[in-house]
C-alpha cells in the first residue's frame, strides 16, 4: 500500500491516472480507526470509480475545546492494511502542518447549515469540517467523492458547499452500516463499556420508532419527536444533545414529515456522544 503524505504528491497520483482515457479517481475521506462503515464506502467507490484514494487524518478544527481529539483512535498502520483490503489504491496520510500551514487564516464556512443540529452544541465544528474537506478535494481533484449517511448533517453542509463554490466533483453518500445490535458503526464505539453499548441501543430502538410510526401514517413532527424521546429519556447515563425532525438539504425543523424527511438524533453516553438518523419514508 503506497501512503501519500502531501497534497502534491496526492494531485500528481489523481492527474497521472484521470490522464489516461477512462479513468476516474473516488475519494474516500476518513479520520481513520477505520471499520465496516468504511468498508462500505471504500467498496462504493472501488464499484464506479477505477482508483480510489482513502485519507486518513484527524482534523484538529472539528474538535472544539473539552472534545476527544487527543484520544480520538490512531491506527495508521492498521488502517492502510484495511483500505488496501477493501480496494483502496492509496492512502493519504497528511500531518496537520501539511494540512494547515503555520500562519494559514482561511477557512471554509456554510452559513446557517452550520449551526444547525452538531453546529449547534459544537460551535465550529462545520466549519472545520467544510475546511477540511475542501483542501482534500483540492488536493485528490476527485470525480467523486464518498460519505456516510449517519453523518447526515455532515453530508448536507458539503453538499452545499461544492454547489456553492463550484467544485467538479459528484458527492455520494451511502447508506449506514449498522453492528448486528442495530448500533450504527463509529469509531466512538470503541470508547463504550458493555454497560454503555447496552443503553446506547436507545438510540436505535428511537429510531425504528419513529420509522414505524411514520410508515403507519404518523407525520406530525412533535408526536414523533417525543415518541423518540420517551425511549431514550429514560435510559440512564444517557443525555440528549438533540432529537429533530428537520429538511434533509437545509437541515431547518419541519412541522410535518414528508417523504424524505430527516430524523437525527444525537447523545451523550456516559462521556463518548453518538449520532444516528434515518430517512423517512
Aim: charged share 20%; proline share 6%.
Amino acid at each position: 500500500m503506497e501512503i501519500l503524505h502531501t497534497a502534491t504528491e496526492l494531485r500528481e497520483w489523481s492527474r497521472s491516472l484521470r490522464s489516461l482515457p477512462g479513468n476516474t479517481v473516488g475519494l474516500v475521506p476518513t479520520m481513520g480507526a477505520l471499520h465496516a462503515g468504511h468498508a462500505s464506502l471504500i467498496r462504493a467507490a472501488r464499484a464506479t470509480c477505477s482508483h480510489v484514494a482513502v485519507s486518513i487524518f484527524v482534523n484538529p478544527t472539528q474538535f472544539g475545546s473539552g472534545e476527544d481529539l487527543s484520544r480520538y483512535p490512531r491506527t495508521l498502520d492498521a488502517d492502510c492494511a484495511f483500505a488496501q483490503t477493501h480496494g483502496a489504491g492509496i492512502v493519504f496520510a497528511p500531518s496537520v502542518e501539511e494540512m494547515y500551514p503555520p500562519g494559514g487564516t482561511t477557512f471554509v464556512e456554510v452559513e446557517d447549515l452550520g449551526n444547525r443540529l452538531d453546529g449547534v452544541s459544537r460551535p465550529g465544528h462545520f466549519r472545520g469540517v467544510a475546511t477540511v474537506v475542501t483542501k482534500l478535494l483540492i488536493a485528490a481533484e476527485p470525480n467523486e467523492a464518498f460519505f456516510g449517511q449517519k453523518d447526515a448533517a455532515q453530508a448536507a453542509v458539503i453538499r452545499r458547499m461544492v454547489a456553492d463554490l463550484l467544485l467538479p466533483v459528484k458527492i455520494v453518500v451511502c447508506p449506514i452500516v449498522r453492528d448486528l445490535d442495530g448500533l450504527a458503526l463509529s469509531s466512538r464505539n470503541a470508547f463504550l463499556s458493555q454497560a454503555e453499548r447496552a443503553r446506547a441501543l436507545s438510540l436505535h430502538r428511537a429510531i425504528r420508532l419513529v420509522e414505524s410510526l411514520a410508515s403507519g401514517g404518523q407525520r406530525n413532527s412533535g408526536i414523533l419527536i417525543d415518541a423518540a424521546r420517551k425511549i431514550i429519556a429514560p435510559v440512564p447515563g444517557i443525555r440528549i444533545d438533540y432529537v429533530d425532525l428537520v429538511d434533509s438539504a437545509t437541515l431547518r425543523p419541519v412541522e410535518s414529515a414528508t417523504p424524505g424527511t430527516l430524523f437525527a438524533i444525537a447523545a451523550w453516553v456516559g462521556s463518548t456522544r453518538l449520532i444516528d438518523n434515518t430517512i423517512l419514508p
